[in-house]
């Protein structure tokens, strides 16, 4: 079983920057592959990056590469989002969630879910 909870969601401008973090309870954490999602009112929840269990593979949604950089502390138990260069269209609730194996852009292949963080940003 795996807890997590999401932080460091607020207000931004257009162009600015936010870190994302999720803490994971549990000792098997690093054998767990991890993720973020979000999603924006009346629409479907959208992959936006994941990364495997030992942190040697990470992937982006085309929409935010190059701006947004997921990374993970095993140590720590947490899951990192960096956001930079933050657009409007980046408003939504961002969910962390975490799977066995390797990552996957499914919505469903996941067991675990945070409670999510809003993010938005400002024009």
Do not use: H
């Not at 040697?56 to 947490?78: H, L, M």
């Not at 657009?87 to 969630?97: F, G, I, L, M, R």
């Not at 469903?108 to 809003?118: D, E, M």
Request: proline content about 2%; glycine content about 14%; hydrophobic content about 30%.
């Amino acid at each position: 079983q795996v807890q997590l909870v999401e932080s460091g969601g607020g207000l931004v401008q257009a162009g600015g920057s936010l870190r994302l973090s999720c803490a994971a309870s549990g000792r098997t954490f690093s054998s767990y592959a991890m993720g973020w999602f979000r999603q924006a009112p009346g629409k479907e929840r959208d992959f936006v990056a994941g990364i495997n269990s030992g942190g040697g593979g990470t992937y982006y949604a085309d929409s935010v590469k190059g701006r947004f950089t997921i990374s993970r502390d095993n140590a720590k138990n947490t899951v990192y989002l960096q956001m930079n260069s933050l657009k409007p269209e980046d408003t939504a609730v961002y969910y962390c969630t975490a799977r066995a194996g390797y990552y996957s852009r499914s919505y469903y292949s996941y067991n675990y879910w945070g409670q999510g963080t809003q993010v938005t940003v400002s024009s």
